[in-house]
């Protein structure tokens, strides 16, 4: 399967704890995307990386969220000090360059009780 | 900024009866126009999309025309199945990152 592979795809964790998804895009799509939809909304935009560099974050991503892409192949997102407002779905993307449509991995479902 | 206006839902049919969401948005330049379909228990699918004015996107039995007059995307299917019950997603997208409508939840009746 060479899509968007996404890691856990669930994840029960209680309020204070830190978290961290992995997300493994297409592999020759040098644009990757953090998004994250909760019940009842579209997906809302969280980060978005170029290769290894982070060229922009949200105002939705607080200070207890980071994104990494080391190497500019697989990602990160770990959530520091969860709270129970951060419960939603995590979906990570990618693209190639220069082409406007990404394709969505399954998704990892947070939920801080 | 970008944004889209989806219907809301739930929508509930019977198969082979006709299908219409309806997508308006809101953009400062020419955006890329798509629709994309979730599945229960899966990932996001992109279902079809249409990159600028007049364009139409086809996939599935679904279409849906870029219309820059109307700002509008609306996605029809002519007769539908009961394995078309999913949530529907209208986007679009000006550079690299999309902005989503709230989505329609469609179910089809046996």
């Known amino acids: 399967d060479t899509g968007v592979s996404q890691n856990p795809r669930h994840k029960i964790t209680k309020r204070g704890q830190n978290v961290t998804f992995r997300c493994d895009p297409i592999?020759?799509?040098?644009?990757l995307y953090w998004y994250r939809q909760t019940l009842g909304q579209g997906p809302e935009f969280l980060t978005y990386?170029?290769?290894?560099?982070?060229?922009?974050k949200s105002r939705l991503l607080s200070d207890r969220f980071s994104a990494e892409r080391p190497k500019g192949s697989f990602s990160t997102l770990e959530i520091q000090r969860t709270e129970q407002g951060d419960s939603a779905m995590y979906l990570c993307?990618?693209?190639?360059?220069?082409?406007?449509?990404?394709?969505f991995g399954q998704g990892t479902r947070l939920t801080v009780v | 900024g970008d944004s889209v206006t989806q219907m809301e839902g739930p929508v509930t049919l019977s198969e082979e009866a006709f299908l219409t969401i309806n997508c308006t948005y809101t953009a400062t330049g020419y955006p890329s126009l798509f629709w994309y379909v979730q599945y229960p228990g899966e990932g996001l699918q992109l279902l079809l999309k249409?990159?600028?004015?007049?364009d139409k996107g086809s996939n599935k039995g679904f279409e849906a025309t870029y219309r820059k007059e109307t700002t509008s995307f609306h996605l029809e299917k002519g007769s539908v199945q009961v394995s078309d019950s999913a949530v529907y997603f209208c986007a679009l997208s000006e550079d690299y990152k999309l902005s989503f409508g709230a989505g329609t939840t469609v179910t089809v009746r046996a």
């Open positions: 993307a990618s693209s190639p360059e220069q082409r406007r449509t990404a394709f």
């Open positions: 592999s020759e799509h040098n644009r």
């Open positions: 990386f170029q290769n290894e560099a982070q060229l922009e």
């Open positions: 249409a990159t600028k004015a007049d």
